[in-house]
């Protein structure tokens, strides 16, 4: 069963600063990573998406890592804001039988809280 | 490229009552998912559609809930009757293709069962 863990819970950094959130997922056998970010009482916005192939992606000040072997992902923020509070989420779709029509189940991590302080 | 709507967005009842939640993808995505989130945890699956066929509902607990997308465009979920545990918020999802996109989510649907 794939398992998708995100540490820390919570991270609180001043403004400025670079920072890092990890994704770990169990099962090796992905067919892409999705990083996501949610504000409080809001749905889940997509940041980065990660296919099983590729190594990163970058967006803006955004740069998601894919290391398939060893199961991590890493979301990097660099000069971070205030206005990059949010919870993060991290998500592995399985591979499934998707060509027979099966589920293409994303599982999720529980998220990071990040809080920037100014 | 108007987002995948949702409502209500808040809705508050009594157990045993009954509710129901109503997604609109983003036009073109065939596939759509809704999922249940509670406070603190990441979303679950609770049922995959494909067009207006289900792909995947092994996480619906289908004596309280249901699901139709019957013209393969809008759906509906629906909680009858509701428990204190189903207080959660409901997020529609969709996604062009059958997989290999990226994934869309509405506001959702927050939900209070008192």
């Known amino acids: 069963k794939q398992e998708v863990t995100q540490i820390p819970a919570a991270l609180s950094v001043p403004e400025g600063e670079n920072l890092v959130l990890n994704c770990s997922f169990t099962d090796s056998a992905i067919y892409n990573l999705q990083w996501f970010r949610q504000d409080p009482g809001k749905g889940l916005t997509s940041l980065l998406l990660?296919?099983?192939?590729?190594r990163e992606q970058t967006s803006g000040r955004l740069n998601a890592s894919l290391d398939k072997s060893s199961g991590r992902s890493t979301l990097y923020i660099a000069a971070s804001q205030p206005g990059d509070s949010a919870t993060y989420l991290c998500?592995?779709?399985?591979?499934?039988?998707?060509?027979?029509?099966?589920?293409?189940?994303?599982?999720f991590g529980k998220g990071t809280k990040l809080t920037v302080n100014p | 490229e108007a987002g995948v709507a949702q409502s209500p967005r808040y809705k508050i009842i009594e157990k045993r009552q009954s509710v129901a939640f109503w997604c609109n993808p983003i036009s073109g995505h065939a596939t759509l998912y809704w999922y249940q989130q509670i406070l603190g945890q990441g979303p679950k699956l609770l049922i995959q559609?494909?067009?207006?066929?289900?792909?995947?509902d092994s996480q619906l607990p289908k004596d309280r809930f249901s699901a139709e997308r019957l013209k393969g465009v809008d759906s509906t979920l629906k909680i009858q009757p509701a428990k204190l545990e189903d207080s959660a918020v409901y997020l529609c999802a969709s996604i062009r293709g059958a997989n290999t996109g990226e994934l869309f989510f509405g506001e959702g649907s927050r939900l209070t069962v008192l």
């Open positions: 998500a592995v779709r399985l591979t499934g039988n998707i060509t027979q029509g099966g589920s293409e189940k994303l599982v």
């Open positions: 559609f494909q067009n207006n066929g289900v792909v995947d």
């Open positions: 990660i296919q099983s192939s590729q």
